[in-house]
C-alpha cells in the first residue's frame, strides 16, 4: 500500500483532528453510492479507509512513522538487514530483554516449522516472535443509519461476510464518516484474526437538518394559525409532540424544543429548532378579499432602508 499519509493527502506531522477532517472530506467525495459509474473511486475508498485506520490508530501509525510496519500493516523489514552489533553484523531486536528466536519467523513462513536442533527453528510468523505475529487484515464496511436512528442511538445490526448478524451500539455523537471497530471480526492470520471497521454514513432526511448536535426542521403553519396562535404537532426523532405557536407568529420565528437533538459527548442532547412558515393558500377568494380591503399602511421592510 502506498503511503497512508499521501494517500490522506496530510503532512507526516498532522494532527489527529486534520487526520480526521481528511478522511471524512475524501470519503463523502469517494463514496460508492455516490459513484457509481467509477469504479476507481470505489478503489480510491477503500485505500484511504485503510490508510484512516492505521493513522487512527496511535500504536500502529507510532510503529509505521518508525519503519517497523508498512502501509498494511505489516513488518517492513521481518528478517533485519546488515548493521553491526550481533553476530556476523547480523540484526538483533530488542524484544524485552529476552534473545530474538528468529526460527519463530520461518516457521510460521513454511507453514508448521522444522524442528530445534542444527540451529532449527519453531515458533510461529507474522513478525519478530508470536508476540509480534501479524493478524489478518482488517475488513471494511459501510452501515447506512437513518436520520432519526443516529439521533436517538437506536441499535444497528449489520451482516458480516461471514453470514453472521451483530447488534451495534451506536456511539454518542455518531455522523457521517464516524468508524467503529469491531475487534477480532475480519480476516484469519498467523496472529489472529484481524479487525472489522464499520463506517458510518448518516442519510439525509427529507425535512429535518442537522446544525452540530442540533435539529432544525421549516414548520408550515396556516395564517390563522399564525395570527391566532395554535397548538400544533411537529415531528421529532422521537415521534410527534405539539407545539404552542405564540399569537401574531410571522415567517421566520424560531422556536426550540429541548433535548430533541442528537446525543451530545458530553452528556445531553440537543434541541429540535423550529422555523415557522406561515403557508398561505392559493387562490382563496376570502383571503384576497380580506387582503384588497385591509387598510395597513406599514412597511414590513422599513428598517431595511427600502
Known sequence: MADPYATLGVARGASEADIKKAYRKLAKELHPDRNKDNPKAAERFSSVTQAYDLLNDKDKRARYDRGEIDGDGNPAAPFGYGGGGGPQGGFQPDFGGEGADFGDIFDGLFGGGARRGNGGFSGGFGGFGRRGAVKG????????VSFEDAARLSPQRITLRDGKSID???????????????????????????DAIVSIEVQPHRFFTRAEDDIRLDLPISLSEAVLGAEVRVPTPDGAVMLKVPKGSTSGKTLRLKGRGFHKKGGGRGDLLVTLMVDLPVDDDALIEFAQGWQNKGNPRGRMGV
Open 137 to 144: 487484515a482488517n475488513v471494511t464496511y459501510r452501515l447506512a
Open 168 to 194: 451495534l451500539k451506536l456511539p454518542v455523537g455518531v455522523e457521517t464518516g464516524t468508524q467503529m471497530r469491531l475487534a477480532g471480526k475480519g480476516d484469519e492470520g498467523p496472529g489472529g484474526p484481524g
